[in-house]
């Protein structure tokens, strides 16, 4: 078939429909056909948001994200460990409940530097992270500087 008939075919399909036969193309590899499809949607004019607005925003949310997952990761490796270790002295055990401790006075000490560098409320990244009234690993005799400058670089890579 001729690209002006698929062109006319394809401008007749739903967006769905479109987006389903888009993946299909780009899955076989088949650049005649993406072509074909793009040429074939509606064009329309709109208005963004300023880049820089978008993607401090989303950098934002990935920040609590990320934060999040960590803490409740890190603290249910921490409980189970020290459980087992409760249970059996295995020492393994609790050196890896430690190690998570470790991480998560890290990811606190780097959240806290930061959110005072960019202006931003804690307490707003950690009710996104769903942990606001949570335990706080904050001993700064603990803090492990290298996982602090980890977690920091990491955050602010998604700030900036």
């Keep these: ?9 394809y401008s007749k399909l739903t967006p769905y429909e479109q987006a389903g036969l888009f993946f299909e193309a780009a899955v076989r590899q088949d650049n005649a056909e993406l072509e074909v499809i793009v040429n ?5 004019p709109y208005r963004a948001l300023r880049p820089e607005f978008t993607m401090r925003k989303e950098g934002l ?3 609590a994200w990320t934060y999040g997952i960590g803490y409740w990761r ?8 020290v459980t ?13 409940g430690l190690d998570a401790a470790d991480e998560l006075t890290g990811m606190e000490a780097a959240l806290v530097d930061v959110c ?5 409320d804690i307490d707003a990244v950690k009710t ?20 602090v400058k980890q977690y920091t ?8």
């Design 116 to 120: 005072k560098r960019t202006s931003i």
């Design 1 to 9: 078939m001729k690209t002006a008939q698929l062109d006319k075919l």
């Design 40 to 44: 074939s949607l509606e064009r329309r």
């Design 84 to 96: 087992v270790y409760n249970k059996t002295g295995n020492e393994a055990a609790l050196c890896f």
């Design 153 to 160: 670089e990491l955050f602010m890579s998604m700030v900036n």
């Design 128 to 147: 996104v992270a769903q942990c606001k009234d949570e335990i706080i690993f904050d001993n700064e005799e603990f803090v492990n500087p290298e996982i």
């Design 61 to 63: 949310f990935m920040l």
């Design 74 to 81: 890190n603290r249910e490796m921490m409980i189970r460990a």
